[in-house]
Protein backbone atom coordinates (compact mmCIF):
# COMPACT_ATOMS: atom_id res chain seq x y z
CA UNK A 1 0.00 0.00 0.00
CA UNK A 2 1.26 3.33 -1.06
CA UNK A 3 1.21 6.06 1.75
CA UNK A 4 1.28 9.79 1.53
CA UNK A 5 2.22 12.13 4.61
CA UNK A 6 0.36 14.60 5.91
CA UNK A 7 2.70 17.47 7.95
CA UNK A 8 1.98 20.61 10.11
CA UNK A 9 4.59 22.83 11.31
CA UNK A 10 4.15 25.37 14.17
CA UNK A 11 6.90 28.00 14.57
CA UNK A 12 7.89 30.23 17.06
CA UNK A 13 10.12 33.15 15.92
CA UNK A 14 11.79 36.01 18.84
CA UNK A 15 11.01 39.01 17.87
CA UNK A 16 13.42 41.56 17.91
CA UNK A 17 12.24 44.11 19.96
CA UNK A 18 14.50 46.20 22.35
CA UNK A 19 12.15 45.27 25.09
CA UNK A 20 10.27 42.40 26.46
CA UNK A 21 6.48 42.49 25.57
CA UNK A 22 4.98 43.26 28.83
CA UNK A 23 7.98 45.17 30.68
CA UNK A 24 10.72 47.44 30.38
CA UNK A 25 13.66 44.75 30.55
CA UNK A 26 16.20 44.14 27.57
CA UNK A 27 14.93 41.26 25.33
CA UNK A 28 18.52 40.96 24.04
CA UNK A 29 20.30 37.83 24.54
CA UNK A 30 23.93 36.62 26.07
CA UNK A 31 23.01 38.56 29.34
CA UNK A 32 24.70 37.21 32.55
CA UNK A 33 21.96 35.34 34.53
CA UNK A 34 18.86 36.98 35.54
CA UNK A 35 20.58 40.68 35.17
CA UNK A 36 17.33 41.28 32.51
CA UNK A 37 14.33 40.83 35.10
CA UNK A 38 12.23 42.65 36.66
CA UNK A 39 8.54 42.74 39.18
CA UNK A 40 6.75 42.14 36.45
CA UNK A 41 8.27 39.24 34.39
CA UNK A 42 9.50 37.60 37.48
CA UNK A 43 5.72 37.20 38.39
CA UNK A 44 5.60 38.86 41.44
CA UNK A 45 2.36 39.62 43.51
CA UNK A 46 0.45 43.13 42.40
CA UNK A 47 1.83 43.72 39.17
CA UNK A 48 0.80 44.65 35.86
CA UNK A 49 1.68 43.69 32.76
CA UNK A 50 1.92 46.48 29.59
CA UNK A 51 1.67 45.33 25.92
CA UNK A 52 4.88 46.29 23.85
CA UNK A 53 3.54 48.04 21.06
CA UNK A 54 6.61 47.16 18.74
CA UNK A 55 5.47 43.60 19.59
CA UNK A 56 2.15 44.10 17.98
CA UNK A 57 3.56 45.96 14.95
CA UNK A 58 5.96 42.88 14.30
CA UNK A 59 3.51 40.13 14.58
CA UNK A 60 1.22 42.44 12.09
CA UNK A 61 4.16 42.62 9.74
CA UNK A 62 4.82 39.36 9.52
CA UNK A 63 0.27 39.25 9.10
CA UNK A 64 0.92 40.91 6.16
CA UNK A 65 4.23 39.47 4.74
CA UNK A 66 2.53 36.20 4.71
CA UNK A 67 -1.20 37.48 3.46
CA UNK A 68 -2.99 36.65 6.63
CA UNK A 69 -6.00 38.86 7.41
CA UNK A 70 -5.09 40.62 10.46
CA UNK A 71 -8.03 41.01 13.56
CA UNK A 72 -9.16 44.27 14.26
CA UNK A 73 -10.06 42.87 17.65
CA UNK A 74 -8.15 40.29 19.66
CA UNK A 75 -6.91 39.95 23.10
CA UNK A 76 -4.47 37.79 25.22
CA UNK A 77 -5.32 34.55 27.31
CA UNK A 78 -3.21 32.75 30.34
CA UNK A 79 -2.28 28.93 29.35
CA UNK A 80 -1.69 28.09 32.86
CA UNK A 81 0.51 25.05 33.68
CA UNK A 82 3.23 24.90 35.89
CA UNK A 83 7.06 24.54 35.46
CA UNK A 84 9.84 26.04 37.29
CA UNK A 85 10.76 27.95 34.28
CA UNK A 86 7.36 30.02 34.52
CA UNK A 87 7.25 32.22 37.46
CA UNK A 88 3.45 33.29 37.12
CA UNK A 89 2.28 29.76 36.75
CA UNK A 90 0.69 30.85 33.51
CA UNK A 91 2.07 31.87 29.98
CA UNK A 92 0.37 34.67 28.60
CA UNK A 93 -0.76 33.96 24.97
CA UNK A 94 -3.38 34.50 22.08
CA UNK A 95 -6.36 31.68 22.14
CA UNK A 96 -9.45 32.12 20.25
CA UNK A 97 -8.60 35.46 18.42
CA UNK A 98 -4.84 35.19 17.13
CA UNK A 99 -4.18 38.72 15.61
CA UNK A 100 -3.83 37.33 11.94
CA UNK A 101 -5.39 34.32 10.32
CA UNK A 102 -5.74 32.58 6.68
CA UNK A 103 -3.11 33.62 5.09
CA UNK A 104 -0.16 32.20 2.78
CA UNK A 105 3.36 31.58 1.45
CA UNK A 106 4.76 30.09 -1.80
CA UNK A 107 7.40 27.48 -1.73
CA UNK A 108 8.88 25.37 -4.50
CA UNK A 109 10.74 22.05 -4.48
CA UNK A 110 12.66 20.44 -7.41
CA UNK A 111 11.46 23.21 -9.54
CA UNK A 112 7.55 22.39 -8.45
CA UNK A 113 5.64 25.67 -7.24
CA UNK A 114 3.14 25.37 -4.05
CA UNK A 115 1.37 27.26 -1.68
CA UNK A 116 1.05 26.54 1.55
CA UNK A 117 -1.37 27.54 4.13
CA UNK A 118 -0.77 29.57 7.53
CA UNK A 119 -3.77 29.32 9.71
CA UNK A 120 -2.67 31.66 12.29
CA UNK A 121 -0.32 33.92 13.64
CA UNK A 122 -0.44 34.87 17.61
CA UNK A 123 1.98 36.68 19.69
CA UNK A 124 3.02 35.22 22.98
CA UNK A 125 5.71 35.40 25.92
CA UNK A 126 8.90 32.97 26.03
CA UNK A 127 9.27 31.23 29.44
CA UNK A 128 12.96 31.52 31.24
CA UNK A 129 15.59 28.93 30.74
CA UNK A 130 16.95 26.29 33.10
CA UNK A 131 19.91 25.17 33.16
CA UNK A 132 21.27 21.92 34.14
CA UNK A 133 24.80 21.54 35.33
CA UNK A 134 25.73 17.96 35.80
CA UNK A 135 28.42 19.38 38.84
CA UNK A 136 25.32 20.64 40.76
CA UNK A 137 22.45 18.66 42.79
CA UNK A 138 20.28 20.55 41.60
CA UNK A 139 19.18 22.81 38.28
CA UNK A 140 19.26 26.48 37.96
CA UNK A 141 17.03 29.19 36.22
CA UNK A 142 17.63 32.05 34.30
CA UNK A 143 14.99 34.29 34.17
CA UNK A 144 16.22 36.55 31.39
CA UNK A 145 13.97 35.11 29.05
CA UNK A 146 11.17 35.10 30.50
CA UNK A 147 8.63 37.55 28.88
CA UNK A 148 10.96 37.82 25.62
CA UNK A 149 8.59 38.51 23.01
CA UNK A 150 7.50 35.31 20.29
CA UNK A 151 5.16 35.04 17.46
CA UNK A 152 3.80 31.45 16.83
CA UNK A 153 3.12 30.86 13.08
CA UNK A 154 1.00 27.49 12.56
CA UNK A 155 1.10 26.23 9.12
CA UNK A 156 -2.19 24.21 7.33
CA UNK A 157 -1.91 20.52 7.41
CA UNK A 158 -0.75 20.89 3.93
CA UNK A 159 2.64 19.80 3.77
CA UNK A 160 3.02 16.47 2.23
CA UNK A 161 7.63 15.52 2.21
CA UNK A 162 10.19 16.69 4.30
CA UNK A 163 12.11 18.50 1.26
CA UNK A 164 8.49 20.81 1.35
CA UNK A 165 8.67 21.41 5.05
CA UNK A 166 12.25 22.64 4.72
CA UNK A 167 11.88 24.59 1.64
CA UNK A 168 8.46 26.25 4.04
CA UNK A 169 10.87 26.78 6.85
CA UNK A 170 13.34 28.40 4.79
CA UNK A 171 10.82 30.72 3.80
CA UNK A 172 9.37 31.77 6.55
CA UNK A 173 12.82 32.51 7.85
CA UNK A 174 14.06 34.48 5.01
CA UNK A 175 10.34 36.76 5.35
CA UNK A 176 11.27 37.17 9.29
CA UNK A 177 14.69 38.42 7.96
CA UNK A 178 13.38 40.49 5.09
CA UNK A 179 10.80 42.16 7.81
CA UNK A 180 14.48 42.66 10.06
CA UNK A 181 11.94 41.07 13.42
CA UNK A 182 13.40 37.75 13.84
CA UNK A 183 17.27 37.09 13.39
CA UNK A 184 16.18 33.08 12.59
CA UNK A 185 18.38 31.66 14.30
CA UNK A 186 18.00 28.38 14.21
CA UNK A 187 20.97 26.71 16.88
CA UNK A 188 20.69 29.60 19.13
CA UNK A 189 16.36 28.93 19.26
CA UNK A 190 15.40 32.12 17.84
CA UNK A 191 13.47 30.57 15.29
CA UNK A 192 11.90 27.12 16.78
CA UNK A 193 10.09 24.31 15.09
CA UNK A 194 7.48 21.43 16.25
CA UNK A 195 6.47 19.24 13.33
CA UNK A 196 3.00 17.51 13.49
CA UNK A 197 3.02 14.12 11.33
CA UNK A 198 0.71 11.70 10.19
CA UNK A 199 0.50 9.36 7.05
CA UNK A 200 -2.56 8.12 5.17
CA UNK A 201 -3.38 6.02 2.19
CA UNK A 202 -2.42 7.81 -0.92
CA UNK A 203 -5.78 9.08 -2.77
CA UNK A 204 -7.82 8.75 0.97
CA UNK A 205 -9.37 12.20 2.45
CA UNK A 206 -9.18 11.23 6.44
CA UNK A 207 -6.16 12.53 8.18
CA UNK A 208 -4.25 9.71 10.51
CA UNK A 209 -3.67 9.95 13.65
CA UNK A 210 -0.46 12.79 13.95
CA UNK A 211 2.56 12.41 16.17
CA UNK A 212 4.46 16.03 17.41
CA UNK A 213 7.74 15.89 16.64
CA UNK A 214 10.39 17.98 18.91
CA UNK A 215 13.86 19.03 19.74
CA UNK A 216 14.36 19.80 15.92
CA UNK A 217 16.89 22.49 16.54
CA UNK A 218 18.55 22.66 12.48
CA UNK A 219 17.09 22.10 9.61
CA UNK A 220 18.68 18.95 8.83
CA UNK A 221 17.21 17.64 11.93
CA UNK A 222 14.14 18.88 11.01
CA UNK A 223 14.48 17.00 7.71
CA UNK A 224 16.15 14.10 9.21
CA UNK A 225 13.39 13.80 11.96
CA UNK A 226 10.06 14.08 9.41
CA UNK A 227 11.64 11.30 7.39
CA UNK A 228 12.29 9.20 10.12
CA UNK A 229 9.15 9.77 11.32
CA UNK A 230 7.11 9.06 8.26
CA UNK A 231 9.07 5.78 7.70
CA UNK A 232 8.37 4.73 11.69
CA UNK A 233 4.57 5.21 11.38
CA UNK A 234 4.60 3.04 8.07
CA UNK A 235 6.11 0.22 9.59
CA UNK A 236 3.68 0.44 12.32
CA UNK A 237 0.78 0.61 10.10
CA UNK A 238 1.85 -1.87 7.95
CA UNK A 239 2.67 -4.54 10.77
CA UNK A 240 -1.06 -4.25 11.75
CA UNK A 241 -0.61 -1.52 14.50
CA UNK A 242 -1.98 1.84 15.59
CA UNK A 243 -0.11 5.32 15.51
CA UNK A 244 -0.87 6.74 18.88
CA UNK A 245 -1.30 10.60 19.62
CA UNK A 246 1.77 11.11 21.24
CA UNK A 247 4.73 13.75 21.66
CA UNK A 248 8.16 12.48 20.46
CA UNK A 249 11.76 13.43 21.00
CA UNK A 250 14.24 13.64 18.38
CA UNK A 251 17.61 12.42 18.51
CA UNK A 252 20.19 13.66 16.89
CA UNK A 253 22.40 11.12 18.39
CA UNK A 254 20.92 7.76 17.34
CA UNK A 255 19.42 9.66 14.33
CA UNK A 256 15.02 8.42 15.62
CA UNK A 257 12.29 10.11 17.60
CA UNK A 258 11.20 8.57 20.80
CA UNK A 259 8.12 8.88 22.13
CA UNK A 260 8.20 11.91 25.21
CA UNK A 261 5.02 11.78 26.51
CA UNK A 262 1.46 10.37 25.31
CA UNK A 263 -2.06 11.99 25.01
CA UNK A 264 -3.23 10.91 28.47
CA UNK A 265 -0.18 12.90 29.89
CA UNK A 266 -1.25 16.20 27.66
CA UNK A 267 -1.38 18.97 29.71
CA UNK A 268 -5.29 20.95 30.25
CA UNK A 269 -3.91 24.52 30.07
CA UNK A 270 -7.46 25.97 31.62
CA UNK A 271 -7.08 28.93 28.94
CA UNK A 272 -8.84 32.20 30.09
CA UNK A 273 -8.84 35.52 29.07
CA UNK A 274 -6.37 37.15 31.25
CA UNK A 275 -8.15 39.64 33.13
CA UNK A 276 -4.95 42.30 33.59
CA UNK A 277 -4.71 43.04 29.56
CA UNK A 278 -7.16 45.19 27.38
CA UNK A 279 -8.55 43.84 24.35
CA UNK A 280 -6.48 44.47 21.44
CA UNK A 281 -8.27 46.58 19.07
CA UNK A 282 -6.34 47.76 15.55
CA UNK A 283 -7.47 50.03 13.45
CA UNK A 284 -7.80 49.75 9.47
CA UNK A 285 -5.00 52.80 9.32
CA UNK A 286 -2.88 51.49 11.33
CA UNK A 287 -3.18 48.01 9.05
CA UNK A 288 -2.70 50.51 5.70
CA UNK A 289 0.29 52.39 7.36
CA UNK A 290 1.98 48.87 7.85
CA UNK A 291 1.31 47.47 4.49
CA UNK A 292 3.08 50.90 2.72
CA UNK A 293 5.98 50.37 4.88
CA UNK A 294 6.65 46.48 4.15
CA UNK A 295 9.94 46.55 2.68
CA UNK A 296 10.38 44.53 -0.83
CA UNK A 297 10.10 40.63 0.45
CA UNK A 298 11.75 37.49 -1.24
CA UNK A 299 9.36 36.78 -3.77
CA UNK A 300 9.36 40.55 -5.77
CA UNK A 301 12.44 40.89 -5.27
CA UNK A 302 13.14 37.67 -7.28
CA UNK A 303 10.95 38.56 -9.93
CA UNK A 304 12.95 41.78 -9.82
CA UNK A 305 15.74 40.42 -10.05
CA UNK A 306 15.02 37.94 -13.53
CA UNK A 307 13.30 41.07 -15.21
CA UNK A 308 16.06 43.69 -14.08
CA UNK A 309 19.16 42.09 -14.71
CA UNK A 310 17.84 39.31 -17.23
CA UNK A 311 19.01 36.15 -14.31
CA UNK A 312 17.79 32.90 -15.09
CA UNK A 313 15.02 32.08 -12.51
CA UNK A 314 17.25 29.96 -10.67
CA UNK A 315 20.06 31.86 -9.99
CA UNK A 316 17.07 35.14 -8.95
CA UNK A 317 15.90 32.22 -6.19
CA UNK A 318 19.30 31.60 -4.81
CA UNK A 319 20.71 35.57 -4.07
CA UNK A 320 17.79 36.70 -2.83
CA UNK A 321 17.02 33.48 -0.45
CA UNK A 322 18.41 36.10 1.93
CA UNK A 323 18.53 39.57 2.22
CA UNK A 324 22.44 40.28 2.62
CA UNK A 325 23.27 37.64 -0.24
CA UNK A 326 21.25 39.72 -2.47
CA UNK A 327 22.55 43.14 -1.30
CA UNK A 328 25.83 41.64 -2.14
CA UNK A 329 25.66 41.14 -5.67
CA UNK A 330 23.34 44.13 -6.08
CA UNK A 331 26.63 45.88 -4.69
CA UNK A 332 28.35 44.27 -6.87
CA UNK A 333 26.81 44.42 -10.14
CA UNK A 334 26.25 48.37 -9.09
CA UNK A 335 30.20 48.65 -9.02
CA UNK A 336 30.70 46.27 -11.94
CA UNK A 337 28.69 48.64 -14.03
CA UNK A 338 30.90 51.81 -13.05
CA UNK A 339 32.87 53.50 -13.40
CA UNK A 340 30.15 55.32 -15.36
CA UNK A 341 27.15 55.61 -12.82
CA UNK A 342 24.75 55.93 -15.61
CA UNK A 343 25.90 53.08 -17.68
CA UNK A 344 23.17 50.69 -15.76
CA UNK A 345 20.64 52.92 -17.00
CA UNK A 346 22.11 53.39 -20.30
CA UNK A 347 21.71 49.74 -20.85
CA UNK A 348 18.64 49.25 -19.68
CA UNK A 349 17.47 52.25 -21.86
CA UNK A 350 18.87 50.38 -24.50
CA UNK A 351 16.58 47.40 -23.77
CA UNK A 352 13.75 49.25 -25.81
CA UNK A 353 16.10 50.00 -28.42
CA UNK A 354 18.79 47.67 -29.26
CA UNK A 355 18.51 43.71 -28.20
CA UNK A 356 22.42 43.60 -28.45
CA UNK A 357 23.49 45.91 -25.49
CA UNK A 358 20.93 44.39 -23.34
CA UNK A 359 22.44 41.35 -23.81
CA UNK A 360 25.85 42.62 -23.23
CA UNK A 361 24.36 44.10 -19.57
CA UNK A 362 22.74 40.50 -19.00
CA UNK A 363 26.24 38.90 -20.06
CA UNK A 364 27.70 41.48 -17.29
CA UNK A 365 25.07 40.42 -14.48
CA UNK A 366 25.21 36.73 -15.40
CA UNK A 367 28.96 36.65 -14.97
CA UNK A 368 28.87 38.44 -11.52
CA UNK A 369 25.74 35.73 -10.88
CA UNK A 370 28.08 33.28 -11.40
CA UNK A 371 30.71 33.89 -9.26
CA UNK A 372 28.63 34.99 -6.27
CA UNK A 373 26.61 31.40 -6.70
CA UNK A 374 30.07 29.42 -7.64
CA UNK A 375 33.45 31.03 -5.95
CA UNK A 376 31.52 33.01 -3.00
CA UNK A 377 28.83 30.69 -1.61
CA UNK A 378 31.45 27.85 -2.11
CA UNK A 379 34.27 29.56 -0.25
CA UNK A 380 31.41 30.87 2.48
CA UNK A 381 30.39 26.93 2.88
CA UNK A 382 34.22 25.80 3.22
CA UNK A 383 34.89 28.55 6.09
CA UNK A 384 31.56 28.07 7.69
CA UNK A 385 30.77 31.64 7.33
CA UNK A 386 28.13 33.79 6.61
CA UNK A 387 28.01 36.72 3.95
CA UNK A 388 28.73 39.27 6.03
CA UNK A 389 31.89 37.85 7.37
CA UNK A 390 33.27 37.14 3.83
CA UNK A 391 36.87 37.37 3.42
CA UNK A 392 36.16 38.40 -0.50
CA UNK A 393 34.24 42.36 -0.45
CA UNK A 394 31.51 42.91 -2.60
CA UNK A 395 34.08 45.67 -4.17
CA UNK A 396 36.91 43.59 -4.69
CA UNK A 397 34.76 40.74 -6.44
CA UNK A 398 33.38 43.50 -8.74
CA UNK A 399 36.58 44.61 -9.32
CA UNK A 400 38.02 41.31 -10.42
CA UNK A 401 35.41 40.48 -12.91
CA UNK A 402 35.89 43.56 -14.67
CA UNK A 403 39.78 42.99 -14.87
CA UNK A 404 38.21 39.24 -16.77
CA UNK A 405 35.53 41.16 -18.60
CA UNK A 406 38.43 44.03 -19.96
CA UNK A 407 40.26 40.72 -20.93
CA UNK A 408 43.38 41.74 -18.06
CA UNK A 409 42.91 38.05 -16.80
CA UNK A 410 41.35 35.42 -17.90
CA UNK A 411 39.01 33.27 -15.85
CA UNK A 412 41.69 30.78 -15.28
CA UNK A 413 43.80 33.05 -13.37
CA UNK A 414 40.72 35.19 -11.86
CA UNK A 415 40.14 31.69 -9.93
CA UNK A 416 43.61 31.97 -8.26
CA UNK A 417 43.64 35.53 -7.57
CA UNK A 418 40.52 35.03 -5.90
CA UNK A 419 41.65 32.44 -3.53
CA UNK A 420 44.75 34.78 -2.78
CA UNK A 421 41.74 37.42 -2.04
CA UNK A 422 40.08 35.21 0.34
CA UNK A 423 43.30 34.27 2.29
CA UNK A 424 44.77 37.74 2.75
CA UNK A 425 41.86 40.31 1.85
CA UNK A 426 44.00 42.17 -0.62
CA UNK A 427 42.37 43.62 -3.85
CA UNK A 428 42.58 42.06 -7.23
CA UNK A 429 44.81 44.97 -8.69
CA UNK A 430 47.71 44.20 -5.92
CA UNK A 431 47.59 40.29 -6.22
CA UNK A 432 48.03 40.41 -10.12
CA UNK A 433 50.48 43.04 -9.62
CA UNK A 434 52.84 41.44 -7.10
CA UNK A 435 52.25 37.71 -8.86
CA UNK A 436 52.28 39.42 -12.28
CA UNK A 437 49.49 37.49 -13.85
CA UNK A 438 48.49 40.32 -16.20
CA UNK A 439 46.76 38.21 -19.31
CA UNK A 440 49.40 38.32 -22.65
CA UNK A 441 47.36 39.80 -25.40
CA UNK A 442 50.19 40.76 -27.25
CA UNK A 443 49.48 39.12 -30.47
CA UNK A 444 52.67 39.97 -31.57
CA UNK A 445 54.09 37.99 -29.07
CA UNK A 446 52.24 34.98 -29.23
CA UNK A 447 52.43 34.83 -32.86
CA UNK A 448 56.29 34.83 -31.97
CA UNK A 449 56.12 31.88 -29.95
CA UNK A 450 53.54 29.79 -32.23
CA UNK A 451 56.15 30.37 -34.85
CA UNK A 452 58.62 28.99 -32.87
CA UNK A 453 56.90 25.98 -32.07
CA UNK A 454 55.53 24.92 -34.96
CA UNK A 455 58.79 24.76 -36.20
CA UNK A 456 60.37 22.28 -33.36
CA UNK A 457 56.89 19.94 -34.17
CA UNK A 458 56.95 18.42 -37.63
CA UNK A 459 55.59 15.45 -36.19
CA UNK A 460 52.24 17.09 -34.43
CA UNK A 461 52.20 19.36 -37.80
CA UNK A 462 51.77 16.81 -39.96
CA UNK A 463 49.54 14.93 -37.78
CA UNK A 464 47.57 18.08 -37.59
CA UNK A 465 47.41 18.17 -41.22
CA UNK A 466 46.57 14.63 -41.71
CA UNK A 467 42.81 15.80 -39.60
CA UNK A 468 44.09 14.60 -36.23
CA UNK A 469 42.57 17.63 -34.68
CA UNK A 470 43.01 17.43 -31.59
CA UNK A 471 46.85 17.83 -31.71
CA UNK A 472 45.69 21.41 -31.53
CA UNK A 473 45.17 21.22 -27.84
CA UNK A 474 48.69 19.99 -27.58
CA UNK A 475 49.76 23.18 -28.85
CA UNK A 476 47.33 25.19 -26.74
CA UNK A 477 48.71 23.47 -24.01
CA UNK A 478 52.60 24.25 -24.69
CA UNK A 479 52.10 28.13 -25.20
CA UNK A 480 50.16 28.15 -21.90
CA UNK A 481 53.05 26.44 -20.11
CA UNK A 482 55.54 28.94 -21.40
CA UNK A 483 53.23 31.58 -20.39
CA UNK A 484 52.08 30.42 -16.98
CA UNK A 485 48.56 30.66 -18.18
CA UNK A 486 48.92 34.08 -19.09
CA UNK A 487 48.18 33.31 -22.65
CA UNK A 488 44.58 35.23 -24.16
CA UNK A 489 42.99 31.27 -25.11
CA UNK A 490 40.84 33.12 -27.39
CA UNK A 491 44.07 34.66 -29.22
CA UNK A 492 46.35 31.77 -29.03
CA UNK A 493 43.38 29.13 -30.53
CA UNK A 494 42.75 31.73 -33.44
CA UNK A 495 46.49 32.18 -34.61
CA UNK A 496 47.36 28.63 -34.03
CA UNK A 497 44.85 27.63 -36.40
CA UNK A 498 46.21 29.99 -38.72
CA UNK A 499 49.60 29.18 -38.56
CA UNK A 500 48.85 25.51 -39.06
CA UNK A 501 47.02 25.84 -41.93
CA UNK A 502 49.91 27.94 -43.28
CA UNK A 503 52.29 25.52 -42.17
P1 LIG B 1 -1.96 21.71 18.98
O1 LIG B 1 -2.14 23.06 19.54
O2 LIG B 1 -2.49 20.63 19.83
O3 LIG B 1 -0.56 21.42 18.56
P2 LIG B 1 -3.21 22.52 16.47
O4 LIG B 1 -4.61 22.29 16.06
O5 LIG B 1 -2.78 23.91 16.76
O6 LIG B 1 -2.90 21.59 17.67
O7 LIG B 1 -2.32 21.94 15.28
C1 LIG B 1 -0.96 22.04 15.26
C2 LIG B 1 -0.41 21.69 13.90
O8 LIG B 1 -0.71 20.35 13.56
C3 LIG B 1 -0.92 22.52 12.74
O9 LIG B 1 0.20 22.94 12.00
C4 LIG B 1 -1.75 21.56 11.93
O10 LIG B 1 -1.68 21.85 10.57
C5 LIG B 1 -1.13 20.23 12.24
N1 LIG B 1 -2.01 19.07 12.13
C6 LIG B 1 -3.27 18.93 12.58
N2 LIG B 1 -3.74 17.69 12.32
C7 LIG B 1 -2.74 16.99 11.71
C8 LIG B 1 -2.60 15.67 11.20
N3 LIG B 1 -3.57 14.76 11.31
N4 LIG B 1 -1.42 15.33 10.64
C9 LIG B 1 -0.42 16.22 10.55
N5 LIG B 1 -0.50 17.47 11.00
C10 LIG B 1 -1.63 17.88 11.58
MG1 LIG C 1 1.21 21.64 18.90
ZN1 LIG D 1 10.93 42.61 33.22
Redesign the pocket.
Known amino acids: MQFEA?????VHAQLKTKTKIFCSCPASFGAPPNTHTCPVCLGMPGVLPVLNKKVVEYAMLMGIATNCTIAGNSGFARKNYFYPDLPKGYQISQYELPIAQNGHIDIETNGVKKRIGI?RIHMEEDAGKLIHDPSRPYSMVDFNRTGVPLIEI?????IRTFEEAGAYLRKLRSILRYLDICDGNMEEGSFRC?A???IRPEGTAP????T?LKNLNSFKHVEKAIQYEIERQKDVLLEGGKIIQETRLWDPAKNCTTSMRGKEE?HDYRYFPDPDLLPLVIDDSWINELTKKLPELPDGKKERFIAEYGLPEYDAGVLTSALELAGYFEACVKEFNSPSPDKRDKYLHEIIFCQKRAENYFLGTKLVSNWVMGALLGLLNTEGKTIEESPVSSSNLARLLKLIDQNVISGKIAKTVFEEMAETGKSPEEIIREKDLVQVTDVSAIEEMITKLIGSCPKEVADYKAGKTKVLGFFVGRIMKETKGKANPEIVNRILKEKLHQA
Do not use: C, H, M
Open positions: VIGLETVSEPEDNVSFGTREA
